[in-house]
């Protein structure tokens, strides 16, 4: 039930909710679960931590996060005061990049892919319900998304109280595959204007009601200066070196 629609809304939903500037800057350590079902069938769980200070957000999973087919990252730190991205990869590697190089990898991208489906081209519709309920202390409200073509919908609980800087992801995206800019537009319009975050995603379906994501713990303290620095020892790529690697298999 925890279909490829719902999981590219709830990852681009996820990017919408970073790119709001909220009312009051969070600083502090936000732990969250992300559900997914495995090849097995069953239900795998991955926590994922931000890190979160004034001009830097690092986010790290228990698991590796996967890029596609690309490659996997042990993390990503966001550094607004230098202006680009840091991506720990595979064997000690860093990838350096900026937000413009990042627009260029989406061009490349969606021009390898020529048969990128149009066949995913629901659209969704974003309606606020009166529901409302406590999730760790905060008060939530309901937002329902939910495609014209099934009868699947998903309930983001969100709260106006967590404000974080996002920096250079509050600008606009250029390249994005229509299917990803659409959900993004759409999220950012229908929520993130209200300066929201989401604390619980649930997806109901034939299986009945499924969480997706849900908020664990939110620490308001400083956060260690060494959590959003670049580890010793890592060795710092440009995205020309990365794709050398990529193209000769290294």
């Known amino acids: 039930m925890r279909t490829k629609f719902y999981l590219n809304t709830l990852f681009f939903l996820c990017i919408a909710a970073f790119v709001s500037p909220l009312q009051a800057q969070f600083e502090g350590h936000i732990s969250m679960n992300v559900y997914s079902d ?17 001009d830097r957000i690092f986010l790290k999973g228990e698991d590796e996060m996967n890029f596609g087919d690309s490659f996997n990252s042990g993390g990503m730190l966001i550094r607004n005061d230098k202006k680009d991205f840091v991506v720990l990869m595979e064997n000690n590697d860093a990838l350096q990049v900026t937000k413009s190089e990042v627009e260029g990898l989406f061009k ?46 998903m309930s983001v609980w969100l709260t106006p109280n967590i404000d974080i800087n996002w920096g250079m992801l509050a600008e606009p995206w250029k390249n994005l595959p229509a299917e990803a800019n659409r959900a993004v537009n759409q999220s950012r319009d229908a929520v993130f204007t209200g300066k929201n975050f989401p604390m619980l995603i649930e997806v109901t379906g034939d299986k009945g009601t499924e969480t997706v994501m849900e908020v664990t713990d939110i620490n308001k303290s400083s956060v260690a200066k060494a959590m959003v620095q670049i580890p010793a020892g890592m060795n710092m790529i440009s995205v020309t070196e990365l794709m050398f690697k990529m193209m000769s298999g290294n």
């Open 38 to 54: 495995n090849d097995n069938g069953k239900t795998s769980v991955n926590q994922l931590n931000m890190y979160v200070t004034a």
């Open 108 to 153: 490349m991208f969606l021009s390898w892919g020529s048969e990128s489906s149009n066949s995913n081209n629901e659209e969704m519709n974003f309606e606020y319900t009166d529901r409302e309920r406590s999730i760790n202390g905060y008060k939530t409200y309901e937002l329902v998304i939910s495609g014209n073509e099934n009868d699947t919908k």
